[in-house]
């Protein structure tokens, strides 16, 4: 399961495209301690979006950005910890249709990852939120690099866990003639009929399945990785070395866990994170 820590945005490709802040609304937010989450709902364009945050607002940033099939509960654990040890402040969303967010219907939402950049982006600006740390995974990583993209100087440091730049982590991608590339290139609705099909397949989590687990997987864990596999087969180890070839002094950790490692091991995520930000001085742990 690979993680890469890079200190400084370098990590950055031609703009794709120029994302503007269009209307918001209102934000409502439950009150809490600082040194605990609060929840509340950040109206973007109409659409209200779920979100949990913690930590001193005027303390560094780090913004997770979640994967699929998940949400940002993939993050309460490990963000729990590191406002509790280090002096951060942490935020995390839900997408439109992820979560706890509204659901938006294709009529009124473009499901895309240009759009839900632009969607984080604007919720970000609303949140008062100008520079920041990324922490990405999964859908998260197109997403956060159109974030680099467009607004590189905002960016103080990143963090990729499960994701992939590279067609070096991505063995189902590699052939050029292959079912998915081909997929990308002009949309098989058959493709669609049939990964839809494996999903409403895949089994719930129970006592028998859980029987069956040699580790003790954490159960929400092992609901969300029943598609990246038990130890992700989807997005492979070389991909996380691949990083090094664009940034050399990122810093590389493979853990024996699963595609939603922040669930199954949190204690170990958050441990790798605070080591990174004290040895680059972004926060000042608290003893």
Known sequence: MPFKFVRVPQLVTKTLLLLSIVLACFSVAANAHVDSLSYGWQQVDGINLFYREGGPRDAPTL????GNPSSSIMYEKVMEQLIATNGLHV???????????DAPDRSRYIYTFDNLAKTVSEFLALRGIRRYGLYMQDYGVPI????????????????????????????AAQDENGELRKHWRHRNLELDRRRAGYRLSLPYVNAASYAEEEDGANPDAMLVMVEGGSRDDFFTTPGALAYLRDAPQADIHIINSTHFATLDKPEVVAGLVSNFLDRNSVVITAH
């Open 63 to 66: 913004v997770f950005l979640h």
């Open 91 to 101: 935020i995390a969303m839900d997408y439109p249709s992820f979560g706890y967010s």
């Open 144 to 171: 956060g690099f159109r974030l680099i993209t467009n607004a590189p100087a905002a960016i103080s440091f990143l963090i990729v866990q499960n994701g992939v730049i590279h067609l070096d982590g991505f063995p």
